[in-house]
């Protein structure tokens, strides 16, 4: 694998990408049968199958107070990256990394989603990453909203549910500062030589959900983050468009 150019030309992005250009999107609805809402997405290279599950209960603390859950699960396949990584059932626990995602995605699909509105039901949902070239958190909160999505529907087709829960879109992209210079959704050769790296959770009326922002290589100016901010929320509304191409509902 070709290093980058040091000082980095944004002109000369290893992908031939625009400094405010997305990969390649692929969606694809109902990707697995069995699960209430399916969705396998990729971004780029890195391949990611989210499913969402309804479940007729809802975690202890939550018993009799009338509101749903919504909460999430995130796993890498062992060959997801170039070289064979074990199960973590196998291990035994967790990474931390994977904890964090998780929660990333459940606080996610929980801002922009009336839990009182779900009845006393759990949607959880399954990200798993296929393969991984950078952004699998991003591509996952991307394609769980819309699994959640799809599971929502059929709540509503079923008459489990009498409202549309749903009150906004949300997706998420990594933006990235090499070499001074903001950049639009890394890729892994990007991503691992990064001054900065930056994960963008927006909703479609452009209301930020969170942000994770961590100086790795050099410490950055509020100007640069801002056109890093910038990159994101383009970036964010052109997958939000996407998503409104396969579901087309929230209020």
């Not at 990707?31 to 969705?39: D, L, N, P, Q, V």
């Not at 989210?50 to 062992?78: H, I, R």
């Not at 009150?167 to 990235?176: I, M």
Request: glycine share 10%.
């Amino acid at each position: 694998m070709s290093e980058l150019p040091a000082p980095y030309n944004v002109g000369t992005r290893p992908s031939g990408r625009a400094p405010d250009q997305l990969r390649k999107i692929k969606m694809l609805p109902e990707y697995i049968s069995y699960a209430e809402g399916s969705m396998f997405i990729q971004v780029g290279n890195t391949q990611v199958v989210c499913n969402a599950s309804v479940l007729d209960s809802v975690p202890p603390f939550l018993k009799g107070k009338g509101q749903g859950w919504v909460t999430a699960e995130y796993g890498m396949l062992p060959r997801a990256t170039h070289t064979r990584s074990a199960r973590e059932a196998a291990r035994g626990k967790q990474s931390g990394r994977t904890q964090e995602i998780q929660r990333l995605i459940g606080r996610s699909l929980r801002s922009v989603i009336n839990l009182e509105a779900l009845g006393e039901h759990t949607i959880h949902i399954d990200c798993d990453v296929l393969q991984a070239d950078g952004g699998t958190r991003c591509a996952s909160i991307t394609g769980a909203w819309l699994a959640a999505a799809l599971a929502v529907q059929h709540m509503l087709e079923n008459n489990l549910i009498t409202k549309n829960p749903i009150k906004e879109y949300v997706a998420a992209v990594s933006v990235g500062l090499i070499g001074g210079e903001a950049i639009l959704d890394l890729d892994y050769q990007e991503d691992s030589q990064c001054d900065a790296d930056i994960n963008v959770v927006m909703t479609g009326s452009g209301k930020l959900a969170e942000i994770q922002g961590t100086a790795e290589g050099r410490c950055f100016t509020v100007e640069q983050l801002n056109k890093a901010l910038e990159y994101a929320s383009s970036g964010i509304q052109e997958l939000i468009e996407l998503q409104r191409q396969i579901v087309d509902f929230a209020n």
